[in-house]
């Protein structure tokens, strides 16, 4: 294999799971072409994430690729509950959905998605590789340098080649351990072992012993036990204490095959031990989501336990923002001030998801079945606040019940159907910003040619349920690429010009607004 030769792209992205595939498809989908460089041979078939919230499926439906992942789940059987069990084969001690299964359509036009993440992967690849993205697997990011203007990465190749990219911004997706996160001396704080963690791999069929329950996984008083969508193998993960337990020489193959059989209840005869793995269940945020023309998105920002299921999420979210900005950016729409805001953006909601999670593992840890937690599972994913800079937003939480907003800067625009089954969130295309306006706003049109050169990267369409986001039917609001509110105006007045000018002055990262 010859090596790529020295090139330069927009983008380098260091990390290939999904947090970096959907970056990168992010990006290519709005005519950016990124390069990703992930050391893995392959796709992981893991067992990993296995629900995607409503306001990830959002993002996928903006690049037109939901329906593709819908139809996978579709074709799967439900798996939709957890249960505690005395084993899989056993009784049911107690049965319950999903949070996640919850139902989001008063507040989405999407709802969860419930599939392996490998499956998921190998989508979200295809449709950035259509797109043109490069993605290259077997490649090894060993170093960056960074200049005023640029990056440079070097890169081993499959073969063992070295060569070089450089690149405007790197978007370092390089997981939990990432290199690149500790090559630029970023610190971490929260808990690096909440818990000791062995996990087993199995396989086993386990189509009669689930027997058509629609359960995701299990937790017996020992165990906790997930399966894949095929229902032929799985996981069992078991905590232990380093202080007292060896795992080297305790978690032997005897004593493997003995924890999957009896968290399975199956005799060893009918079970494959396929592996084991150690890891640790963390709860951390990176202390800086940025050096430089580098940053840190998915579980180089953040990780979480398991708990909730928060994790890809989060950071497929990180991916949303920066990627939206760096477009903008790329575009000439936007000036690269705008970076400023993701790190205050992003790492607010980072700490709140960690905390979330750790409060599930507490709940858990405390009684198998989980006491009601403080946020809902919809409050995490969908109902987080960003700060706006001149919008005064004393007294508003930084996270509420999706339905709860209205409209107000820094949150995600409210969903509702509008005539030919579309969402108010497909009103905000091509990653552009656009201004909504209620039914009598047609001045607000005027007022946004008037934006030049600003006014050209703005759409303007109507909203005909303007108290949907707290304006009146002469109001507007602006609405950034990634859906959230830049600004409101309640109601329209000859002196507004001005104001509208500096709000989007601000969304475009453009600190001075030029005279008149």
Known sequence: MTSPAVSHVPVLIVGGSIVGASAALFLAARGTTPVVIEKHPAVSNRLRAKLFYPRTMEAYRAV??????????NSLPPADHAAVVESLAGAERRRWPLPAAADFTDVSPSPTAFLKQADLEEVVRAHARAARADLRFGHRCLDIEQHEDYVVARILDADGEMYTVTADYLLAADGNGSGVREQFGIGRSGIDAVAHIMEVGFQA???????????????????????????????????????????????????????????????????TVTGRRRWHM?????????????????????????????????GIQDAWNITAKLISILRGDADPRLLDDYEPERRPVGEITVEQALLRVRDRADALIPDSPPLSEAAVAIGYRYPVPGIDDTGLPRVDEPGRWRGEPGTRLPHRWLDGGISTLDLVRGGRHLLLTGPDGEAWAHAARELDPIGSTLDVAPLPHPDLCGIGTDGALLVRPDHVIAWRAQHFDSNIGMELRAAAHRALGRSTVPAE
Do not use: K
Request: hydrophobic letters at 40%.
């Open 64 to 73: 037109g690729i939901d329906r593709d992942i819908y139809a996978i789940q």
């Open 205 to 271: 069929d386990l189509h009669r012993i689930l027997d058509g329950r629609r359960l995701a996984m299990a937790w017996t008083d020992a165990a906790f036990i997930s399966w894949n969508t095929a229902h032929d193998g799985g996981t069992v993960t078991v905590a232990y204490d380093p202080a007292i337990t060896d795992p080297e020489t305790t978690f032997d193959a005897d004593h493997c095959r003995e924890i999957v059989s009896r968290a399975l209840g199956l005799p060893d005869s009918q079970i």
């Open 282 to 314: 963390g709860g951390w945020t990176a202390d800086a989501y940025r050096a430089g023309r580098v940053f840190l998105i998915g579980d180089a920002a953040h990780v979480t336990p398991p708990t909730g299921g928060f994790g890809a999420n989060t």
